[in-house]
Nanobody, 124 residues
């Protein structure tokens, strides 16, 4: 089992920045790719950004490229999502998730463990 706890959400204005954190505990953090998902009201959950178990590769959906950065700190067992130039359409509940390293982190179905989510609200 992997336990994931997100923090850092809040209410901000368009153009502001936020950094989300996800603290992992339980099994070896380095054995998992990590992803950030979001779900806006009335919409399906989507994979926003992900990072491999080695930290060597990342992926982003087009709408956040150049604005969001995912990173991980192995010493702290934490993954981050730095969000800059936030837009109202970024408003959603953001979830952290972990995928075993043998699975393809591109696919939402690869993620076995989930956090409880943190709300991000961007006002215009």
């Amino acid at each position: 089992q992997v336990q994931l706890v997100e923090s850092g959400g809040g209410l901000v204005q368009a153009g502001d920045s936020l950094r989300l954190s996800c603290a992992a505990s339980g099994r070896t953090f380095s054995n998992y790719a990590m992803g950030w998902f979001r779900q806006a009201s009335g919409r399906q959950r989507e994979l926003v950004a992900a990072i491999t178990w080695t930290g060597g590769s990342t992926l982003y959906i087009d709408s956040v490229k150049g604005r969001f950065t995912i990173s991980r700190d192995y010493a702290k067992n934490t993954v981050y999502l730095q969000m800059n130039s936030l837009k109202p359409e970024d408003t959603a509940v953001y979830y952290c998730a972990a995928a075993p390293r043998q699975k393809n982190y591109n696919y939402p179905s690869a993620y076995d463990y989930w956090g409880q989510g943190t709300q991000v609200t961007v006002s215009s």
